[in-house]
T-cell receptor, first 110, second 114 residues
């Protein structure tokens, strides 16, 4: 099935650093969602975006719905150890199915 | 508390046996979904249901079956026809009323078939 291009695949960062990841698609989406998954758990919704150009924050997380409606990015400021995990983007087109990115694994260097 | 429950958390089966994974939600959501996740991979859609007594195949439906007899419940059966059933299975649900998709996930069931 169709997938989004999510990058980077993994990131090694120092605690306190800012993090940026993004997703791009060849299709236009009406909704962009960002999730975080901890090992062995289900993904948890972080931020939902519904309008082109929309910029939304959730604590240290900020996400934007690209103006072309084909991309979105997620930034995490001042990373902390509990930020480790896998971050997924998902886009919704005209039906109720989501198209998922392959995930960005965030690892914090000791 | 409202949410999605999946049971059991871990499930072990012998090859050739069918196994049913449970998914229940009390969020009053219309749509429910089953995904499969393999190590280091993203989510792949198995089946989804937007209304009771109706369901649609996703990208990897072969070897799986579902039912949707009640709004709250969407069990997934992994049949012996599924060639590689060992995986992490995730159930999700969403409301369809607003047109805005926000899927909420259960804790997952890790199935191991030997």
């Amino acid at each position: 099935g169709q997938q989004l291009n999510q990058s980077p695949q993994s990131m090694f960062i120092q605690e306190g650093e800012d993090v940026s990841m993004n997703c791009t698609s060849s299709s236009i989406f009406n909704t962009w969602l960002w999730y975080k998954q901890d090992p062995g758990e289900g993904p948890v919704l972080l931020i939902a975006l519904y309008k082109a150009g929309e910029l939304t924050s959730n604590g240290r997380l900020t996400a934007q719905f690209g103006i072309t409606r084909k991309d979105s990015f997620l930034n995490i400021s001042a990373s902390i150890p509990s930020d480790v995990g896998i971050y997924f983007c998902a886009g919704q087109g005209s039906n109720y199915q989501l198209i998922w990115g392959a995930g960005t694994k965030l690892i914090i260097k000791p | 508390d409202g949410g999605i429950t999946q049971s059991p958390k871990y499930l072990f089966r012998k090859e050739g046996q069918n196994v049913t994974l449970s998914c229940e939600q009390n969020l009053n959501h219309d749509a429910m979904y089953w995904y499969r996740q393999d190590p280091g991979q993203g989510l792949r859609l198995i089946y989804y249901s937007q209304i009771v007594n109706d369901f649609q195949k996703g990208d990897i439906a072969e070897g799986y079956s579902v039912s949707r007899e009640k709004k709250e419940s969407f069990p997934l059966t992994v049949t012996s026809a599924q060639k590689n059933p060992t995986a992490f299975y995730l159930c999700a649900s969403t409301s369809t009323g607003t047109g805005r998709q926000q899927q909420y996930f259960g804790p997952g069931t890790r199935l191991t078939v030997t």
